[in-house]
């Protein structure tokens, strides 16, 4: 259910999920937990630091639940073919705004996909 909010929050325009750790939004575009890379920023206490692969572990259940609503609104394809689109889809930043020309300034060629979709969705 959330995969599919956030697909659809995409696609119509809306606030992106924002403030993802970089290794949760790995494994959502496909890579697998053990091959996370977890940044000191993401966890600033030393003993959680540790117990950060368990904790991704234990999330592995929601994180394909989102996975499949990504991919019943076909994000997932996008990110698969053009992981850098993760950046955009998830970013880090609050104050990260989408627009059609900032996906168009992308070198991905699904870019432009992105760009007819949120304009033929009427999106700014």
Do not use: Y
Not at 27 to 44: H, K, Q
Not at 70 to 97: G, H, N, Y
Not at 99 to 114: F, H, M, S, V, Y
Request: with cysteine; charged share 20%; proline share 7%.
């Amino acid at each position: 259910m959330a995969g599919r909010m956030i697909g659809h929050c995409f696609l119509h325009g809306g606030p992106p999920l924002t403030g993802l750790s970089p290794a949760i939004v790995h494994i959502l575009c496909g890579g697998t937990p053990e091959t996370a890379i977890v940044e000191i920023n993401d966890c600033p206490d030393i003993d959680l630091r540790e117990k950060i692969t368990l904790v991704i572990g234990r999330v592995m259940r929601q994180i394909k639940q989102i996975r499949k609503g990504l991919k019943d609104t076909m994000l997932w394809t996008l990110i698969s073919e053009c992981p850098d689109l993760a950046q955009i889809i998830f970013p880090r930043e609050s104050s990260a705004v989408l627009t059609p020309e900032k996906q168009a300034e992308g070198d991905c060629r699904k870019c432009a996909e992105i760009a007819f979709w949120t304009a033929s969705a009427g999106l700014p």
